[in-house]
């Protein structure tokens, strides 16, 4: 599993989870459904997000082997 698809499986838990506590539990459970897609939003803009920090520190892998390599100098 890379860093991307991780991350898309985050945001699909944490979405169903707190429709489905909403639906049964509380209607202020969608205050999480609200977090979560304001986060997604501001990382399209920022391109940062704290849930793709965390699973780097899991030791997911980026999904293209060239994000590994923007730190190291050009060859040349």
Request: proline share 9%.
């Amino acid at each position: 599993m890379t860093i991307e698809r991780g991350l898309r499986l985050m945001a699909g838990v944490v979405v169903t989870t707190s429709a489905v506590l909403a639906w049964i539990h509380s209607p202020y459970w969608l205050i999480l459904t609200i977090f979560a897609g304001l986060n997604l939003f501001q990382s399209a803009f920022t391109n940062w997000c704290p849930a793709v920090w965390i699973l780097s520190k899991l030791g997911l892998p980026p999904c293209c082997p060239c994000d590994s390599q923007k730190t190291s100098p050009m060859p040349g």
